[in-house]
């Protein structure tokens, strides 16, 4: 899965920030109309007609967090929550799922909407998310869709320490801030807890990027714990999904995945084309053999995103 403060009182200051949304129509994603600096991140939602776009920094060059549209909150506008969903190729009935980062909520709010049934928890560190996911982004939550706010990792580590506590069917791993994953929820012994709390046919997606060389050593890390790890790549983007099968689940060929999402397009009816996210499987794709993987102890994170990475597949 990642706001100015109103002050009541000061006429010079709610004009100061009538005049700071109002500068900010200009941008390409509309009118800026909350803005706010959080423990954990500085918040900007924008609004142009019934699209509207959460972000993190009003740099360029960071990422669109969430983006939808209140019109039809069906229609995703970032390929990334379409692509989230190829974990049901390899689960297609989940009873349980984990969605670490909430953001506007797309993801658990479009599984959710497909699978009624499913119990989902999410976990968010910042409660002032969870706001903004509520009251912008058409986020509800139910009995069966749970916000916690807690650190990704100190859920789970908490969920371990439950006698009898349920194991999840999918795993969504997509918490972010403004720059890149938090890189204490990218290390070997961060996906061993999450391994720990995976069902034995169940399967974990991670979102990621795959143009630099901590992909390499992303997918070196999934292999590492899992024993095995497919790719899933976009086309729009520059984002991927890593999946990692428990070991009671089993590698897909592109045929296969195919064969599934078909399966589940008529099952489901996904206002999106599951087939389409199911042929963006790419077997062929490995880590570089020369990159380490990620523990806690090592994680060089920002110095691998600045590295151009290698063209490295099957032979």
């Not at 349980?96 to 658990?108: A, D, Y």
């Not at 807890?193 to 795959?210: I, P, W, Y």
């Not at 060389?213 to 086309?235: K, N, P, W």
Request: with cysteine.
């Amino acid at each position: 899965m990642r706001k100015v403060v109103l002050i009541a009182g000061f006429c010079v200051v709610g004009l100061w920030q009538l005049l700071f949304v109002n500068a900010s129509a200009g941008d390409e994603w509309g009118l800026l109309v909350h803005q706010e600096d959080s423990l954990y991140h500085g918040i900007f939602v924008y609004k142009k007609g019934s699209v509207v776009t959460l972000r993190f920094s009003r740099q360029p060059a960071v990422q669109v967090q969430s983006q939808v549209d209140l019109s039809n909150l069906q229609d995703h506008r970032l390929e990334y929550t379409v692509m989230s969903f190829c974990g049901l190729l390899y689960k297609p009935q989940p009873r349980r799922m984990l969605v670490l980062g909430l953001g506007g909520g797309t993801i658990p709010r479009e599984m959710h909407h497909y699978f009624p049934a499913l119990e989902i928890d999410v976990a968010e560190i910042d409660p002032q998310i969870r706001k903004i996911a509520a009251e912008f982004f058409g986020f509800t939550e139910d009995n069966r869709m749970r916000v916690n706010i807690a650190d990704g990792r100190m859920f789970i580590k908490q969920r371990l320490r439950k006698e009898n506590a349920e194991k999840y069917d999918i795993v969504i791993l997509d918490a972010f801030n403004s720059d890149y994953i938090p890189f204490h929820l990218m290390t070997k012994e961060f996906l061993d807890e999450v391994k720990s709390v995976l069902a034995e046919d169940g399967a974990v997606v991670a979102n990621v990027f795959q143009n630099n060389r901590l992909f390499d050593a992303e997918l070196a890390t999934f292999i590492a714990v899992f024993g095995r790890c497919q790719v899933f790549v976009g086309t729009y983007s520059t984002n991927a999904m890593l999946v990692s099968p428990g070991p009671n689940g089993k590698i897909l060929t592109v045929q296969e995945a195919v064969s599934q999402a078909r399966i589940l397009q008529r099952k489901v009816n996904f206002a999106f084309d599951m087939v389409t996210v199911a042929s963006r499987l790419r077997p062929e794709i490995h880590p570089d053999p020369q990159i380490k993987i990620l523990t806690d102890d090592r994680a060089p994170v920002n110095w691998l995103r600045e590295q151009k990475r290698k063209d490295v597949t099957a032979k």
